[in-house]
């Protein structure tokens, strides 16, 4: 099939910024799948620009020991415990000056003090303490990924309501052992795994924000930090490339879906992102996520789906990556490492993509090796 869109302007964004909402403002909910052109066209579970450039002659990109495809894990971080009365009441301290209406702020009382009485019975038993599980089930599959921690509370300048609230000075437990959240990122990061930036919801289009939060990750890291993911995905295709690159982030791994699955830009292969202002090419590549966890198994929100079928989804995506020898980058929030569905669908994808022969990579990792491929 010849594609009837011009690849290289798809991949430098022209189609989604004519596509952005009317009510496009930093305020507005996250534009999804439905503003996307391949949507409308039907190919969204296609990567239609790489079997397009394929069939022009382009040479395949080659995987470390001769592996059909690659396989990017990667985690958001935005919960580190799920009872604690700090990062409830930083919740709170941050909605306070919107909900005026008594009524609010009441249930923002009552909402503390229910934290604060849970965060007191569950003190030694947070059932989220435990993230070294996720670092233990893909160390049985040969796979490393990557963590993009959110910088902490203090390093953001202006506090969104969908934005995270730890501190890396928070106190966790990892391995068994408590620690600080600062503590247990040298840790992941000491046994193998990336660790990237996640920034806040306001850092989309503010490179001061985003600077300054690169360097609060980094120095609780110790070491430079290169690849990032907006939170919420929220990110604005006209400047954050160009924000993110002013930063000096070096890998973007923002663009897929919240409410569905697949290919935003055609491709599941690396390529350098573009400032539509500048009109010139940045020093920053876009490894694409491909699925989300919360998209597929969401009650309330995206495909609304049960383990069985997502995992068919899973499969079908897995397929069309391999026939182009690209990378499945898959994310999965750690805080439904206790739900079940979540956890066990994981696993059995894991699982899966090994027997599949896959390549395993971090987003640093990948992107490395796969923009190697020769252009025709
Ligand atoms: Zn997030």
Redesign the pocket.
């Known amino acids: 099939m010849s594609l009837s869109l011009d690849c290289q302007k798809l991949l430098q964004g022209r189609y989604e910024k004519e596509r952005l909402p009317q009510d496009f403002s930093p305020e507005r909910i996250v534009p999804d799948f439905a503003f996307n052109i391949l949507n409308s066209l039907g190919l969204l579970y296609r990567p239609v620009v790489d079997e397009d450039y394929l069939a022009k002659g382009g040479s395949r990109p080659v995987w470390p020991e001769g592996k059909p495809f690659a396989v990017c894990l990667t985690h958001?971080?935005?919960h580190v415990s799920r009872y604690s009365f700090r990062q409830s009441a930083r919740m709170f301290a941050r909605d306070l000056p919107v909900s005026r209406a008594l009524p609010k702020k009441a249930r923002g009382l009552i909402g503390l003090g229910l934290n604060a009485a849970q965060a007191i019975r569950h003190a030694n038993q947070d059932p989220l303490h435990c993230y070294e599980r996720w670092l233990e089930a893909e160390a049985d599959v040969g796979a490393r990924s990557t963590f993009?921690f959110?910088p902490g509370w203090g390093s953001v300048g202006k506090h969104h309501s969908?934005d995270?609230t730890y501190e890396l000075s928070d106190k966790v437990v990892f391995d068994g052992q408590k620690c600080t959240v600062a503590e247990m990122i040298r840790e992941i990061d000491h046994r193998g795994w990336e660790i990237g930036l996640?920034p806040s919801w306001y850092s989309f289009d503010d490179v001061d924000e985003m600077k300054r939060q690169k360097a609060a990750l980094e120095k609780a890291l110790g070491r430079e930090v290169v690849s990032v993911?907006?939170?919420?995905?929220h990110y604005d295709i006209r400047v954050t490339p160009h924000i993110q690159a002013e930063a000096g982030l070096r890998y973007d791994s923002t663009l897929g879906f919240n409410d569905n699955v697949g290919f935003r830009f055609g491709t599941c292969y690396p390529w350098r992102l573009y400032d539509l202002q500048a009109e010139e090419e940045l020093p920053i590549l876009e490894v694409p996520l491909i699925i989300q966890d919360g998209a597929m198994l969401k009650p309330e929100k995206g495909m609304r789906l049960d383990g069985e079928t997502a995992f068919q989804y899973v499969v079908q995506l897995t397929e069309s990556v391999e026939r182009v020898s690209g990378i499945l980058t898959l994310l999965w929030?750690p805080n439904y490492q206790d739900n079940p569905i979540w956890w066990n669908l994981y696993i059995r994808i894991i699982s899966y993509l090994k027997e599949k022969n896959a390549w395993f990579g971090t987003v640093q990792e990948v992107a490395g090796k796969g923009c190697q491929k020769k252009h025709p």
Do not use: A, E, G, I
């Open positions: 958001d971080v935005d993009f959110w969908s995270c996640h993911r907006q939170h919420f995905l929030h």
